[in-house]
């Protein structure tokens, strides 16, 4: 690992042999571009060349932030080594690139105690307050003269990730977070997605940095920026709530059960310690960063060591400055003594010690006036309100818009439209109006108004609907150009309509050419229009009309399902098909009728009234029943064997899949939860069965095994 490109992975060489060939393999790339002179003789051989040449571009490009090829050649050498993994399964390791996520959801964390105790800083907020931390350190030491390393403040969440030995030099084994510093949970498999932190540590890393295993790295997760913007836009037109700031959603991401959700958040990872045996491995802090960097962590650059107060001030001033710049959150300087044998002679004041402080900034917030409010419409048909502002000068940036999330949030602020009031930016990133200015110069304005959420949709006049109990308004026109792209997207997708084909680039530019203003509008589609658009020829417009005909036959819940119903997922939209055998019973059905249905509850009824009752809605489902699909299927009654029963399944059961479990219990009537209440009638349990068991053993809700619960089936 970490060979400069255009060498081999070093002792493969020594250990196998090779013979040069003709070019035989299909990936865009080789081994350090040597693949087409290099033939491995083994299976082996092949997918350890894989494996070596993708961490190194791992490295290159989540640490070094310096890729040398392209997403789509880094994609098909990992579906390379993917394809060899399938066919001889011996040969995966847990610490093959592509084992970075996978396993099954966890029930739980576990407590694990940390080596020695992972601290908190003490905290100074002005020049005067870190000047007297240098003094009295200083004295502390005797009066000598100390160095200072200074590293950005990542406004993160602390975590411990320890490498044991292994064949090919050290492997990540677990990751454990900060907790209460003396105990934290066990997070390995979420933290093993995290693409910036190895997996493993080659030999010659280890060598180059005089580093032996075992040993432990301390640093942040965060994430970025960009991902946590992207990631809060999405949330919001999915009508889910935001979080504050980054860190808040890193900690989420990370103590998520789901592996494959903590990948999605793109999180990063900076090294800041290396400790062998619970102690400072390295003589100073600076030398400990380097050597983390040899050996392949990702290390801040932004760091300084200096014997002067005046360049230690400079280097906090600087960095308050590159704050608004950087692509991550930071929310001031940790200053350290640079000497790690100071350390223990400088001691510790209860949790924090005193060779170390944080320098934080100060919040950044500002006074404006709110000169409107409109409203926008998200691809859910979620309707939000916002501020617009008078510009106004936060954190380095002119601030015009604020979010106000929905009405009862303007209702809490007591906001009318002319207000003065303090805007923050949210985890430095979001602004939004914490609370209404009414005193001195700021006082409300005589003409301020009252706003009030719009009647019909600004975007396409449809109808507006808010739910009981729910702070959200939604359109409900399935038509709304708001929507169209996503509701067109997800009406052609795999589990839906299945038209491939359909992406993004192709509903792109369908709607930029105006071809299509409803899912109907695909039914309708030529190959003359198909082929005026971009990178589509004869046969590939063919292949497309042949899927979109295809589509029509599929059966009557996966048009339902395609219609996107606002809280009817594909489960629900087979019951639906089921109960009521046609799409005409199902838009003629009342709420009470709906309430009959399994799993749908009143505020799924409700929604799927609303849906039905639009005009707008109704004449698209006159277009895609005279387009051919099918609207009619078989009413089916699912058995009464598990009628009225709650199920819990947890660990894994020896004959069956849960959703095979799951899909049985609910054709016999039952109900299947996934967590463990007074309300569950019986856990399943199989192996390795988690915190839901301990649950229902404290509650005492009836246990069963796979073979009981057939049994009750059969009965």
Request: aromatic share 6%; proline share 4%; with cysteine.
């Amino acid at each position: 690992m970490g060979q400069p490109r255009g060498s081999l992975p070093s002792g493969l060489l020594l250990t196998h042999s090779f013979e040069l060939v003709r070019p035989r393999y299909t990936s865009a790339l080789v081994p350090y571009n040597l693949r087409c002179m290099v033939k491995p003789h083994s299976p082996a051989q092949h997918a350890e060349l894989l494996r070596e040449e993708i961490r190194h571009h791992e490295h290159c490009y989540f640490v070094l932030d310096a890729p040398e090829i392209t997403d789509a050649e880094f994609d098909r050498l990992m579906n390379e080594l993917k394809a060899i993994e399938r066919e001889h399964p011996e040969l995966m390791t847990p610490d093959s690139p592509t084992q970075r996520v996978g396993g099954k959801p966890r029930e739980g964390f576990v407590k694990v105690p940390h080596s020695t105790q992972m601290l908190s800083l003490d905290n100074a907020y002005s020049e005067g307050e870190l000047r007297d931390w240098t003094r009295r350190v200083t004295e502390l030491a005797g009066g000598q003269e100390l160095e200072y390393e200074c590293e950005y403040k990542l406004d993160g969440l602390s975590m411990a990730l320890h490498y044991e030995p292994a064949d090919e030099g050290a492997r990540f084994a677990r990751g454990i977070t900060r907790g209460d510093g003396l105990v934290g949970e066990e997070v390995t498999a979420n933290l093993r997605t995290i693409r910036s932190i190895p997996l493993t540590v080659g030999r010659q890393r280890l060598n180059e940095a005089g580093l032996e295993p075992p040993f432990e790295v301390r640093g942040e997760v965060l994430m970025p920026t960009k991902s946590f913007v992207a990631m809060n836009e999405q949330r919001e037109e999915e009508g889910l709530s935001l979080f504050a700031n980054p860190r808040n959603a890193a900690a989420g991401a990370v103590r998520v059960l789901e592996p494959k959700i903590t990948a999605k958040r793109k999180l990063d990872f900076y090294s800041y310690f290396l400790l062998q045996d619970g102690r400072m491995a390295r003589a100073t802090q600076w030398e400990a960063l380097e050597k983390l960097s040899v050996a392949g962590f990702k290390v801040n650059p932004n760091r300084i060591v200096t014997a002067s107060f005046e360049e230690l001030w400079n280097f906090v001033n600087a960095t308050e400055t590159a704050r608004d710049t950087l692509p991550y959150e930071i929310d001031g300087v940790v200053v350290k003594v640079n000497s790690t044998a100071l350390w223990q002679r400088l001691g510790f004041t209860g949790k924090a010690p005193r060779w170390a402080i944080a320098y934080k900034f100060a919040a950044r917030a500002g006074v404006t006036q709110v000169e409107n409010i409109f409203v926008s419409v998200g691809r859910t048909g979620k309707l939000t309100p916002a501020a617009a502002l008078r510009p106004v000068f936060i954190g380095g940036t002119t601030v015009s818009r604020a979010t106000l999330h929905n009405q009862d949030e303007i209702e809490r602020l007591g906001l009318r439209i002319g207000d003065w009031v303090m805007v923050e930016r949210g985890g430095d990133v979001i602004p939004k109006v914490t609370q209404v200015v009414n005193e001195g110069e700021h006082k409300r304005p005589s003409d301020a108004r009252v706003f009030e959420m719009p009647k019909t949709c600004p975007e396409c006049g449809g109808h507006i609907v808010r739910a009981e109990g729910e702070v959200n308004s939604f359109c409900v026109n399935v038509n709304c150009p708001a929507k169209l792209r996503e509701s067109l997207l997800h009406f052609a997708s795999r589990n839906v309509m299945n038209i491939e084909g359909m992406g993004e680039a192709l509903v792109d530019q369908l709607l930029s050419r105006g071809l299509v203003h409803n899912i109907a509008d695909l039914y309708s589609l030529t190959e003359k229009d198909l082929l005026q658009l971009e990178r589509i020829g004869k046969k590939s417009a063919q292949n497309v009309l042949t899927e979109i005909e295809t589509s029509k036959k599929l059966p009557l819940e996966r048009v339902i399902f395609g219609l996107g119903i606002r809280m009817v997922g594909e489960r629900t939209a087979e019951f639906l098909a089921e109960h009521f055998g046609s799409m005409q019973k199902l838009m003629e059905a009342s709420e009470e009728e709906l309430l009959e249905v399994n799993e749908v509850g009143p505020r799924i009824a409700a929604s799927i009234r609303e849906f039905f009752a639009e005009e707008k809605n109704r004449q698209l489902l006159r277009r895609l029943s005279d387009a051919g699909l099918t609207f009619t299927g078989e009413a089916k009654v699912r058995g009464t064997q598990l009628a009225g029963m709650t199920f819990v399944l947890t660990g894994t059961l020896p004959t069956y899949s849960r959703e095979d479990a799951k899909k049985m219990i609910e054709d016999a009537g039952g109900k299947v939860s996934g967590s463990v209440s007074k309300k569950t009638s019986y856990v399943v349990a199989g192996e390795d069965a988690g915190s839901k068991l301990d649950k229902a053993n404290s509650l005492g809700v009836k246990v069963i095994s796979e073979a009981e619960l057939l049994a009750m089936l059969a009965g």
